[in-house]
């Protein structure tokens, strides 16, 4: 699967107004989703437990390097909508792993950098638990927490747009998952990916051992 980056400016990252502007966006209906994200007050890496617009501000303004990682694919062309539907949500799955779990491998690998993924943490639904303990109980993992760019009070889209990137918000005929990364070094992203990929290899080789 390719990953394309795109390395921009601090100025050029547009951010929410405030907190209230990032809780209405997360409430907004889309489809399928009539009261706007699930997500939204059930998990800890989501508003509006996530870290606040001003936070993520300050936070990002300390660093000299950044980048967009996308992934982009088609969806896929299937005559019977009931299949069609079950194979974009599979194909969406998928893209949305595989660039979580690269961000996660990069993560583990420079401490130092900021990297926010593109989704909300699922880490405790992989780690077998049925969910997020949110909002009644202490999140499992507060050092490894996921946060999504979105989440922290980046407008991702109007980023993208002002970048003259392409992307279909109301996703019509490409996926697109969207991460973030800032550095305080240059980073070639060829160089991790290919990291990255033996770092599979290697694990693929000692799980058939």
């Known amino acids: 699967m390719e990953i394309q980056t795109y390395q921009i ?6 951010f929410a107004k405030d907190a209230e502007e990032v809780n209405k966006y997360c409430q907004t ?4 989703h009539p009261n706007g994200c699930p997500n939204f007050q059930h998990n800890w890496s989501c508003p509006p437990y996530a870290p606040t617009v001003q936070e993520t501000r300050a936070s990002l303004g300390t660093y000299t390097f950044f980048w967009l990682l996308i992934m982009e694919i088609p969806i896929p062309k299937k005559k019977i909508k009931i299949f069609k539907k079950w194979r974009t949500k599979h194909e969406f799955g998928r893209i949305t792993k595989h660039l979580n779990d690269f961000i996660d491998y990069l993560q583990k690998d420079h ?4 990297l926010f993924f593109c989704s909300e943490c699922t880490l405790c639904p992989e ?23 979105e989440a922290a009070g980046i407008d991702v889209f109007t980023t993208l747009t002002n970048l003259d990137i392409s992307i279909e918000k109301n996703p019509i005929t490409k996926l697109h998952r969207i991460a973030m990364c800032a550095a305080d070094e240059r ?9 990255y990929e033996t770092y599979l290899s290697i694990l693929n080789k000692i799980e058939n051992l």
């Open 29 to 32: 209906p889309y489809k399928n």
């Open 127 to 149: 780690k077998n638990y049925s969910k997020c303990t949110c909002p009644t109980e202490p999140c499992r993992y507060p050092n490894k927490i996921r946060i999504s760019p």
């Open 111 to 114: 401490e130092d950098w900021k």
């Open 9 to 14: 400016r601090f100025d050029q990252i547009i």
């Open 187 to 195: 980073v070639n992203f060829d160089v991790e990916y290919k990291k």
